[in-house]
């Protein structure tokens, strides 16, 4: 099977049963992906796919081999952290840093949702441009969970990119 | 998770010529594969259904939209049609689940999705859902996110679903292909069964069908809300949550579709509660009527018990936003 990962082609021949998690973790050594629940539930191994946030463990690798995937190791790293990780270090926006690949990953492909004008579960409006104030930050972010309740300080530099970028 | 054989379907009429008893398609498969870690479910083969061109929202002629089985709750949600026309089905939609969820979750995998009931999952428990005949841990157990209506013996498992109950308000069509080739068109009212003595048979699909769309016909009169009520203000599934759509003319309610989760084996509807409200002027002995009407029959098993208090008020509220009533 071959699979293309922050833009680079990799080949690797897994179990059929094998996430997409566990491929680039277990197969490829791109550890900085995290597994928590393994069931959906707690956001730590999200990646962008085609542009789009998911879990990666609930979905199999060989139904992504065509597909465009990016994990943290494809956002930045500690020669150049791109302006989220540098925020997630100025807010001081983690404890033990286990859900902040998955927090980074998902508030970068949020981020462009809400560019995107899509509403949530806050949004007063189904129609027009998206705030990212703290309750919409809050909302959109609710399917990623810091052990350490971090979030004000995850909000604060989600925010602070958002704003920046708007 | 035990292993399976894997195909991946080029079109639908590949997908169900490939698929047999001991089959699951699988889209988004946020679901099925959880379910499958735990050995909860143990298909056979995968179809992979997720490269198909059914992702696409389309015009109906008579004024609806066609949705193709495969588009992802997010992109339903974020349609700007659905946004503008179908308010009740976004709202829904953004109530449910989290960010990355709804961006893999398919359309027609959500009709689909399976109950959460804590026994189900849990394959040291007695379940007649997962193995037939082996008894309910639910009954008396923990059954604080159980059914109320529509139970049986056998299960008194809810639907899970925020999307389908809109759905069911809405009144969509469910368009299947079948193993041999027959198309069907399901009205939601007909898609779903109680569980009876049969509680792992959820839908009245054959095995093997696919659903390859979903119509909504053109938007109904009135405003449309959808009320979740939850333990906690996001990411969780409902205890009670109402769908409505309501009309008021020269001061009576000319119109009404309500639709429930989480009281039910499927989204609940009972044209009862709609005709205590039709021909009404809004109020709150009017609105307290659909409630009767609603919580006829129901029942409560120990730890759901505030399930009856919570859909009469959650519908009441609901009524009121509806119906612009004060009272």
């Known amino acids: ?7 680079q082609v990799h080949e690797a021949d897994v179990d059929i049963r094998t996430s997409l998690l566990d491929l680039a973790r277990e197969h490829l050594g791109l550890t900085g992906s995290k597994k928590g629940c393994d069931h959906g539930q707690c956001g730590a191994c999200t990646m962008i796919v085609n542009g789009r946030r998911i879990n990666s463990c609930l979905t199999l690798a060989v139904m992504h081999q065509d597909d465009d995937i990016v994990t943290i190791e494809g956002l930045g790293g500690p020669d150049a952290l791109n302006p989220l ?38 949004s007063e409006r189904l129609d027009g441009d998206v705030i990212l104030d703290n309750d919409e930050i809050s909302e959109r972010m609710s399917g990623n969970i810091c052990r350490c309740a971090a979030y004000p300080n995850i909000v604060d530099a989600i925010r602070e990119v958002a704003e920046a970028g708007a | 998770m035990k292993t399976f054989d894997y195909a991946r379907a080029d079109s639908p009429e590949a997908a169900v010529a490939a698929a047999d008893e001991e089959t699951r398609f699988i889209a988004g498969g946020t679901n099925l594969l959880d379910l499958m870690k735990l050995q909860v479910m143990t298909p056979a083969k995968l179809v992979d259904i997720s490269r198909l061109d059914l992702n696409r929202i389309e015009d109906m002629d008579e004024g609806g939209l066609r ?65 037939p005949g082996s008894g309910c841990d639910a009954r008396e157990g923990f059954n604080r996110i159980h059914a109320v209506l529509g139970t049986s013996e056998q299960c008194i498992a809810t ?115 709609e005709a205590a409200l039709i021909g009404q002027p809004p109020s709150t002995e009017a609105f307290n009527a659909a409630a009767d009407a609603l919580l006829t029959g129901a029942r409560g098993f120990g730890h759901n018990d505030f399930k009856l208090p919570l859909a009469r008020r959650t519908l009441i509220a609901v009524l009121r936003d509806l119906t612009g009533d004060a009272s």
């Open chain 2, 159 to 273: 639907h899970p679903g925020d999307m389908p109950v809109a759905m069911r308000a809405l009144d969509v069509v469910i368009v299947t292909l079948k193993k041999d080739g027959d198309r069907r068109r399901i009205p939601i009212a007909d898609f779903y069964r109680l569980p009876g003595d049969t509680p792992q048979i959820e839908t009245v699909l054959y095995p093997g069908e696919l659903i390859t769309h979903v119509e909504l016909p053109p938007a109904p009169r009135g405003r449309q809300i959808y009320r979740k009520v939850r333990d906690r203000a996001s990411y969780a599934f409902a205890l009670v949550s109402v769908a409505g759509i309501a009309s008021v003319e020269d001061g009576r309610i000319a119109s009404a579709a309500l639709a429930f989760g989480g009281l039910a084996h499927m989204p609940w509807r009972d044209p009862a509660v």
């Open chain 2, 67 to 131: 949705i193709g089985a495969l588009v992802a709750n997010s992109d339903l949600a974020a349609d700007t049609r659905v946004r503008s026309r179908y308010a009740v089905l976004s709202r829904a939609l953004l109530a449910g689940a989290s960010g990355q969820l709804r961006n893999k979750a398919s359309t027609g995998g959500n009709l689909l999705q399976r109950t959460r009931c804590y026994y189900f999952y849990d394959t040291a428990s007695r379940c007649n859902k997962r193995e």
């Open chain 1, 1 to 7: 099977m071959q699979f293309t990962i922050n833009g």
């Open chain 1, 85 to 122: 990780q540098r925020a997630f270090v100025t807010h001081d926006a983690f404890q033990c840093g286990y859900c902040t690949p998955g927090q980074i990953c998902s508030a970068t492909a949020m981020i462009e949702e809400a560019r995107m004008g899509w509403p949530s579960h806050v």
